[in-house]
T-cell receptor
Framework: GEEVAQTPKHLVRGEGQKAKLYCAPIKGHSYVFWYQQVLKNEFKFLIS????????ETGMPKERFSAKCLPNSPCSLEIQATKLEDSAVYFC?????????????FGDGTRLSIL | AQSVAQPEDQVKVAEGNPLTVKCTYSVSGNPYLFWYVQYPNRGLQFLLK??????LVKGSYGFEAEFNKSQTSFHLKKPSALVSDSALYFC???????????FGAGTRLTVKP
């Protein structure tokens, strides 16, 4: 598609439950990025993919968070055993290449609320 | 490691007046610099970018940004603000040798009628 599509728009989970978020990048874009935006608006980089391969995962919490980008499927970000502090808006972005001059195109985010 | 700083949490201007949203950066190599805008309940929308060349970059919606290497700054500007420009603005930097992007903390711009 022409836009980055994220689903669902809102996700509510009880503490300790699993949460799974999805992202379909723009068609033809090889790179996918996940960010977490918390209450103070700061964007925290989580992980990036080049096609189905992890490119940079330096921002991913070591525990509970995992992500995949499989061929012919939306990318996903999964949080096991959610905690209250996981409440945030999770944004996915895609870009055409590794060239630094390519902007990232963002989806509208998934708002995750942990109760 | 690359980073950006947006020293102002908020900027308020009157409609029709010029606006400036400040950004300074730190990067080890040559920087690629970006400005994005975020409206409520939406993702980031790309406004403009600096790669190389002219220090004054023109972007979407009448915005422009001035790259200043000596001051390591990339301030966003608009000659005449509109009420509809009210939003959250993010500066971002990417090192030419790295793929990931680092965002500033954001500046909330309010344009009063």
């Amino acid at each position: 598609g022409e836009e980055v599509a994220q689903t669902p728009k809102h996700l509510v989970r009880g503490e300790g439950q699993k949460a799974k978020l999805y992202c379909a990048p723009i068609k033809g874009h090889s790179y996918v990025f996940w960010y977490q935006q918390v209450l103070k608006n700061e964007f925290k980089f989580l992980i990036s993919f080049q096609n189905e391969n992890v490119f940079d995962e330096t921002g991913m919490p070591k525990e509970r968070f995992s992500a995949k980008c499989l061929p012919n499927s939306p990318c996903s970000l999964e949080i096991q055993a959610t905690k209250l502090e996981d409440s945030a808006v999770y944004f996915c972005a895609s870009s055409q290449s590794t060239s630094g001059n390519q902007p990232q195109h963002f989806g509208d985010g998934t708002r995750l609320s942990i109760l | 490691a690359q980073s950006v700083a947006q020293p102002e949490d908020q900027v308020k201007v009157a409609e029709g007046n010029p606006l400036t949203v400040k950004c300074t950066y730190s990067v080890s190599g040559n920087p690629y610099l970006f400005w994005y805008v975020q409206y409520p309940n939406r993702g980031l929308q790309f406004l403009l970018k600096y790669i190389t060349g002219d220090n004054l970059v023109k972007g979407s919606y009448g915005f422009e940004a001035e790259f200043n290497k000596s001051q390591t700054s990339f301030h966003l500007k608009k000659p005449s603000a509109l009420v509809s420009d009210s939003a959250l603005y993010f500066c971002a930097v990417r090192d030419a040798d790295l793929n990931d992007m680092r965002f500033g903390a954001g500046t909330r711009l309010t344009v009063k009628p």
